[in-house]
């Protein structure tokens, strides 16, 4: 126990959270590396550079409010900032925390080891050439969202025209957003219609000579409500954030919306119809979050709200065969993370513009031409993948992470992920997890809520310094209380019953067709009250030597 490591801490992510842990832990004086794989800060917003790529989270609650004059300084110029802007912002935060030259870049990190004997963990690289490190504690910010996957079709490297992923697009060399790529006129296909599909496709359409959407599982989708930022506004949010924060932590998702405490059948027809046209139109999840408290937990009054947003569709797509296709018929309203759209239905009503339904007619194959389905070849010049992320898990498992008597987080994790505070495995001492499975900022507008995590990590760190505690590990009995926990909440609302990655359903992958509970959906507040329990009793659950 008494060898010394490269550094006390290393972070691995330099994205929102990463940074800020990073940040944190160097106030505190721990020694600090932090490890990227990318080629700078920015983590999903440095990566995801696709025309349309914006925040589903309000501009003004997008962001660090632990730092006044950061606050104070920095002007949106749209209500829901777009990628470039969102990455602008990162990079000033960077100028206050000053936290760049603590990280090394184009790191990809192969696998973390610990050390029985010394008590420490080994950080290996991909790249054989990078030495490895030792630190003696790891907090891992990888990101729910940050492994993309592409279909599981064979082929997808034959294609002879331009392939992209929308989580690969390439970057402009001279800003801050996506190339500027000449696809104007272009035949191109996206497959997929979650969030950056639908953001993709609303850009695409605008310059393609035909668009062909491969639509396989439809989402519910509504109005952004996206505009500019007033000047006014922007002068009125920096008078009163403190409202604006207090809003978001009072929410399950760390949003500023607030379920109506009212059951929908309780309110008259005319009523409820009113206010739900009212959220409808937004601004961002109005009407997800936002909505009669019994919405997202009783089938009869999610029936009424999905027949609404359904009748919607219809009025919005003229073809109502289409609009039969766009309406999800495999699970209700806000069942699954709503993408936010900005006329993404009116995009089928143009002569450009056509739907191949894969649940008709499945892609066989890629082949050098295009898409191979049952019914036909479709040649394209352009396939943009919108596929998405191995969601939640998928980071971690893309890393050979091995604990005690080198127990695989992997295999552990395969067996059901059980964790306590969504911060720690058992049998992996001093390694932490940011933002990964049941952790209080997954299902949440993750830059304030991993800022609440981070910040009570950081007194248990804080602690740890001043009483010399140099090993930190979970019991037992607190991990299965979490995970039992966690397993109530989810079991209160449809979205636990519903196949998508928020219940660790991915059909890309083999052996990811069974429900687990990867949320904790009790947002700031239900965490605070949690997590202050057992900081107030000596940090209950957690083993200090």
Not at 365 to 386: C, K, M, N, Q, S
Not at 419 to 437: R, S
Not at 452 to 468: K, P
Request: net charge negative; with cysteine; hydrophobic share 35%.
């Amino acid at each position: 126990m008494d060898k010394q490591p490269d550094f006390d801490a290393v972070v691995i992510g330099a994205g929102l959270t990463g940074l800020y842990m990073a940040y944190r832990l160097r106030e505190l004086g721990y020694s600090v590396r932090g490890i990227e794989a990318s080629d700078d800060i920015g983590g999903v917003w440095h990566q995801n550079r696709y025309p349309g790529a914006r925040i589903d989270s309000e501009s003004e609650v997008y962001g660090y409010f632990w730092n006044e004059e950061l606050m104070q300084e920095f002007n949106w110029s749209e209500r829901f900032a777009a990628q470039p802007e969102v990455l602008k912002y990162i990079h000033r935060a960077n100028d206050y925390m000053d936290i760049r030259k603590d990280y090394m870049f184009n790191a990809r990190v192969g696998g973390a080891a610990f050390d029985e004997d010394s008590g420490l963990w080994t950080i290996t690289f991909q790249d054989g050439g990078k030495a490895p490190l030792t630190a003696r504690f790891v907090f891992s910010a990888l990101g729910p969202l940050s492994a993309p996957q592409m279909p599981n079709v064979p082929g997808v490297h034959t294609f002879t025209g331009t392939s992209l992923h929308t989580a690969q697009w390439p970057r402009d060399p001279d800003g801050l957003g996506p190339a500027k790529l000449d696809l104007k006129g272009k035949r191109i296909a996206v497959i997929g219609t979650g969030s950056s599909g639908v953001q993709v496709i609303q850009e695409m359409a605008k310059i393609a000579g035909e668009l062909t959407v491969f639509l396989r599982s439809p989402n519910w989708c509504t109005p952004l409500g996206n505009g500019p930022m007033s000047a006014e506004r922007m002068a009125a949010i920096k008078a009163d954030y403190g409202s604006f924060i207090d809003k978001c932590d009072r929410s399950i998702a760390g949003f500023p919306h607030e379920f109506i405490e009212r059951d929908i059948f309780d309110v008259p027809k005319e009523e409820r119809d009113a206010k739900l046209e009212e959220l409808y139109n937004g601004p961002g999840f109005s009407l997800w979050l936002g909505a009669y408290q019994d919405v997202l937990m009783t089938p009869e009054a999610n029936k009424y709200v999905s027949d609404f947003v359904a009748e919607k569709i219809r009025q919005r797509v003229k073809d109502p065969a289409v609009a039969e296709k766009l309406i999800p018929k495999d699970h209700g309203f806000g069942m699954k993370r709503v993408p936010l759209e900005t006329r993404y239905y009116e995009v089928y009503n143009q002569d450009n513009v056509s739907i191949v339904d894969l649940n008709e007619t499945p892609i066989t194959r890629i082949e050098p031409e295009g898409i191979r389905t049952g019914e036909a070849l479709h040649e394209f010049d352009v396939i943009i993948y919108a596929t998405g992320f191995d969601a939640i898990k998928g980071s971690w498992n893309r890393i050979d992470v091995r604990g005690k008597g080198g127990l695989k987080l992997k295999d552990e994790w395969d067996k059901g992920v059980k964790t306590y505070l969504g911060l720690q495995c058992g049998g992996f001492p001093n390694f932490f997890t940011l933002v990964g499975p049941q952790n209080p900022a997954t299902f949440c507008n993750i830059p304030r809520c991993s800022a609440v995590v981070v910040d009570w990590l950081s007194e248990m760190m804080e602690h740890a310094r001043a009483e010399g505690i140099r090993r930190i590990e979970p019991e037992s009995a607190a991990i299965d209380s979490w995970t039992g926990y966690c397993d109530k909440l989810m079991s209160r609302m449809l979205l636990g019953q519903t196949n998508s990655w928020f219940t660790g359903i991915n059909k890309n992958i083999e052996g990811r067709d069974k429900r687990e509970t990867l949320l904790f959906v009790g947002g700031n507040p239900k965490f605070r009250q949690y997590s202050e329990d057992v900081r107030d009793n000596g940090y209950r659950g957690f083993q200090f030597s």
